[in-house]
């Protein structure tokens, strides 16, 4: 058969309408599917979008396929449309054409949906998946041209009569093609189930935080190992043969990544046993700062000057970590000063008591600064206050440097001096003759 015989043949049918009124009626189908579509789109939107609250499944679902709900409308209208037609013996070229249009059209954002929720959930769309859309969509034009050329089911069968020699197997290119897509919208959909039930699951707020990030994770886990089954049951693949690898897996597991593995299950025990959440100002070995992040492999920490530690997890099962809001986020601070010995104590020890409470990140309930004289040091009394704060996420250096200036403004405005060491330097004995040149020796003359 000719290739261009059926592009030829849809030409000549749409010519032949041309002359018919029923090319109107097919028009205004079209013209009214892609406005009921639309609109019915942009009324779900404003109906559910914006909810109170009441509905929140609706409102999330009708906001994440809100991009793919207008094109869907429109196809189903047509859909519809071309059932009538045909039912009333109507010429349906026109919508031969708009349907398969629409229908790429709705394809085309679906994936870009998807891709983007798994993908660039944070709203970074990087340069690569850019690329990936731009050659999905051509390729997806490409498939509807041949569709309605009518190649399509040529090149389908010359991809299915091609054979290529996989080892002692003999596959098809269409199996192959055909493997892959299933494979990959299958894990796609696994990924965006399981990052749309992370989603939800982080707002609920009767669940620990460490609790969420854990169901979400073995969810999103079997969900891909779910995927990966049904994809290689879809294709043929024997799942006995998932034994070998499973075997292998155990051995490079015990043998090369037994570090990769701690450090996932260490994952899973950090979060279980709830010593570590996100938010805990924690210190381990040199690290310190705010956890962002606890992944399956590291956990992050955020210091206070920016800079973001990657820790690896085994480091905190194993280890001493020290956490500053484990069972409550009050943590006491300290400061020392030295006053003259003719000061007041009792007097310097109430100043320094007030002047703590005078900064703001102070506590001023339950726990109260307080002071002691801590001994009777070479230059003066050494004296400490001590004070609690309840966010140790803000840093120490802060409210320290807080602190010392009220002591010092208090020490200033009442004359209490603070001492400084001060020495002297003694020299004992006769003195000694002023320095003179050595003579140098005479050499005596040789004959």
Partial sequence: MNP???????????????????????LGAVLLS????????????????????????????????????????????????????VKYHQHVNLLKIALPIFGSLAVIRFTFYLLRRVFAR????????????????????????????GLWVEVFDYMDNTILPLGKYKVSIADILQATVSVVVLLILALWAGAAL???????????????????????????????????????????????????????????LQKI?????????????????IGDMITVDKYSGRVTQINTRYTVLQGLDGVESIVPNEMLVSGAVQNSSLSNSQLWLSTKVS???????????????????????????????????????ADGLD??????????QNGRGGVISDVNR?????????????????????ILGPALPPFAPAETPSVPKQN
Avoid: C
């Fill in 122 to 149: 944070e709203g970074q769309v990087s340069a690569t998946m850019l690329a990936f859309e731009k050659v999905f969509q051509l390729l997806v034009w490409l498939a509807f041209v041949l569709y309605i050329t």
């Fill in 34 to 85: 892609v406005v009921l579509g639309f609109g019915l789109a942009r009324l779900f939107r404003r109906r559910f979008g914006r909810a109170d609250g009441h509905n929140a499944v609706i409102e999330w679902g009708v906001e994440s396929f809100g991009r793919v709900l207008a094109p869907l409308a429109v196809v189903g209208w047509l859909w519809l449309a071309r059932l009538l037609f």
């Fill in 339 to 377: 006053v003259a010995y003719d000061t007041d104590v009792d007097q310097v020890l109430r100043l320094l008591e007030e002047a703590a409470l005078s900064v703001e990140r102070v506590l001023k309930e339950e726990k109260l600064p307080s002071a002691q004289l801590l001994s009777f040091g």
């Fill in 261 to 277: 593995a701690s450090n996932y299950v260490s994952g899973f025990v950090i979060l279980l046993d709830r010593s570590l959440t």
């Fill in 4 to 26: 261009q015989q059926p592009l030829l043949n849809l030409i000549d049918d749409l010519t032949g309408d041309l002359q018919d009124p029923s090319l109107l009626w097919q």
């Fill in 406 to 426: 009220a002591v010092w403004r208090a020490l200033k405005e009442h004359n209490i001096s603070v001492p400084f060491p001060q020495r002297e330097m003694r």
């Fill in 383 to 392: 004296l400490q206050l001590g004070f609690w704060i309840n966010d140790p």
């Fill in 198 to 256: 992370e989603e939800q699951l982080m707002k609920v707020q009767g669940m620990h935080t460490n609790l969420r990030v854990v169901v979400a994770r073995t969810a999103r886990a079997l969900l891909i190992l779910v995927a990966v089954l049904v994809s290689l049951t879809l294709v043929g693949i024997d799942l006995t043969v998932l034994s070998v690898f499973g075997g292998a897996l155990g051995v490079g597991l015990g043998l090369g």
